[in-house]
Every structure is written in C-alpha cells, then in structure tokens.
Antibody, heavy 120, light 107 residues
Framework: QLQLQESGPGVVKSTETLSLICSVS??????????WTWIRQTPGKGVEWIGD?????????NPTLKSRVTISVDTSKSQNQFSLKVRSVTAADTAVYYC??????????WGQGTLVTVSS | DIQMTQSPSSLSASVGDRVTISCRTNQSVSMNLNWYQQKVGKVPKVMIYSVSTLQSGVPSRFSGSGSGTDFTLTITSLQPEDFASYYCQQSYAFPYTFGQGTKLDIK
C-alpha cells in the first residue's frame, strides 16, 4: 500500500527557500503511472494545488506559484523521493504542505502533512 | 483558473439526517469532479471521484451526482463519523482547484 511522508524544516525565514521532501514507500516512483503532487492548505486560502511531477521529470505548476516553485524527483537506488522548493517565501507561504499521489485525476493517498511557518 | 463555489460553507445536522452539499464551477469540468473529506487535524481523504464513483471503503450512504458545472454530494443517514469538512476539486484543467470547503457539524 502506497504511503507518503513529508519531511523538512518547520520554520523558514522570510525571503529564503522552503525545501521539503516526500518519501514514498509501498511503491516505486520510477515504475508508477502516478503523478506526484504537492498541495498546501491554509485557513485563509483553503486548499491549493502547487504542482505535479511524473517520474520522467515532466512537471505541471500552478501559474500563481510557477515563478518560485521547483518540483523534482529522485529515483536513485537508495531514494524514492520527490521534493518541493519554494523560493523567496513570505508569510503568505505559511501553510500545511502535503505531498500526494495523483492517480488519473484525484489525489490519493496524501502524506500526513507538515506545517511550515515563515518567520520574519 | 476554474473557480469552485461550494454551498453552504457550513451546515449543522443531526445523526440520521440527509444532507446535500453543492459545488458549482464557473466553466464545465465535464465529469472531472472529486470530493474529499477532512476531519479536524487529519488528512483529506478522497471519498468520491469522477462525480459519482465511490472510493474503495467509502460507505454507500455517500453519493455524488451532477455534470458540467453543477455537482452535489449527498450523505444519507448521517453517522457520527461523517461530521467533517468536505471539499470538491476539479481535475478537468490545470491548475487543479478546490472548493473552499463545507464544514458539517453536529446540531
């Protein structure tokens, strides 16, 4: 059964880069037909899709974030992970960040989520 | 972007009630509409995908309907474990978007 787990700093300073990793178990990113997704949630803006990556490296980004976001995948022998970087963060980037698997058109499963707070 | 509007934003109901939650989009999403349940402090979980297909393990008291721009999530005979927030999500076009959520609580 596919499981995802986010990891990374819980606090990032304003103007710096937020970096998160999603570790996948129960399946291999490299031989899956799934897309691998980052989503964030805030009380104010609700649930926001950040972007997807396929194991080939093909990415799709939300245009509102595209200029600041990079999603990449690491399928090397010892890794089965994908990552998120958000550059030049502000308080508006404070959110719970989830990684998820996109099977065709819906997100399932999701990781447990990780709260990232942008500090000044 | 495709805009999603859910109504109501909050809803109070009793165990055993039948409730409906509406999701409207500002352009057609065909049948590419999914519903998620999120309990407090928990992860969103897909309940229904492609308008009306129940995810494995989801009780049959949940159902979805609609097409184009108007969609409905119906829960018949509410159970205590159903009190949660519900979100619709379109997967017709990038960027994928979510509704603002409907919080269902106990009356």
């Amino acid at each position: 059964q596919l499981q995802l787990q986010e990891s990374g700093p819980g606090v990032v300073k304003s103007t710096e880069t937020l970096s998160l990793i999603c570790s996948v178990s129960g399946g291999y990113i490299s031989n899956s037909y799934n897309y691998w997704t980052w989503i964030r949630q805030t009380p104010g803006k609700g649930v926001e899709w950040i972007g997807d990556i396929y194991h080939s490296g093909t990415t799709y980004y939300n245009p509102t974030l595209k200029s600041r976001v990079t999603i990449s995948v690491d399928t090397s022998k010892s890794q089965n992970q994908f990552s998120l970087k958000v550059r030049s963060v502000t308080a508006a980037d404070t959110a719970v960040y989830y990684c998820a698997s996109r099977s065709i058109h819906w997100f399932d499963p999701w990781g447990q989520g990780t709260l990232v707070t942008v500090s000044s | 972007d495709i805009q999603m509007t859910q109504s109501p934003s909050s809803l109070s109901a009793s165990v055993g009630d039948r409730v409906t939650i509406s999701c409207r989009t500002n352009q057609s999403v065909s049948m590419n509409l999914n519903w998620y349940q999120q309990k407090v402090g928990k992860v969103p979980k897909v309940m229904i995908y492609s308008v009306s297909t129940l995810q494995s393990g989801v009780p049959s008291r949940f159902s979805g309907s609609g097409s184009g721009t108007d969609f409905t999530l119906t829960i018949t005979s509410l159970q205590p474990e159903d009190f949660a927030s519900y979100y619709c999500q379109q997967s017709y076009a990038f960027p994928y978007t979510f509704g603002q959520g409907t919080k269902l609580d106990i009356k």
